[in-house]
């Protein structure tokens, strides 16, 4: 298990579109441990691979209930809406306003490559569309409505 660097804003690779995982290998489960730890030790909500430079359909989430592993994941049905907050590990320090569905149900594949559906909402529908854009080459910037600001996290003042 190791903390991956993560990729920032105007790195190449998070424009790209990740290619589906068609079977699980040992450096597959190796990413995934990976992608944990670095989600954790950086604090974060949620983290798909292209953020740690690999093109694969995978994202790890963890809203506060638990670590949430999607493999190819898709979504399926979204209803209602939210507008709020959202940042990112690839753009540090920044933050900024972005409207996305309050309920989202997501078909996914688990490490085992068995098929799940998984439903959240709130924060958790959020992290799902969050996530899953960056499978798509899609960064949250571009959904901001309005300016991106600072945000400071920790002892700083």
Known sequence: MAI??????????L?????????ITPRT??????MFDTM???????????????LKRIVTI????????????EIIETSGEQT???GCLSVPGKAGEV?????AKVRAYDEEMQPFEIEGEGLLAR??????????????????EGELHDVFYGEEE
């Open 4 to 13: 991956r660097e993560i990729r920032k804003i105007g790195d190449e690779v």
């Open 99 to 103: 409207t996305r569905p309050f309920y």
């Open 84 to 86: 709020g907050d959202e």
């Open 40 to 54: 954790y030790e950086e604090m974060g909500v949620g983290l798909a691979a292209p953020q740690v430079g690999i």
């Open 15 to 23: 424009t790209k579109k990740c290619k589906e995982v068609k079977t």
């Open 29 to 34: 489960l190796e990413l995934i441990d990976d």
């Open 62 to 73: 963890d809203v506060g209930e638990g670590p949430i592993l999607l493999i190819n994941p």
């Open 127 to 144: 992290a799902f569309c969050h996530e899953i854009d960056h499978l798509e080459g899609q960064l949250y910037v571009d959904k901001v």
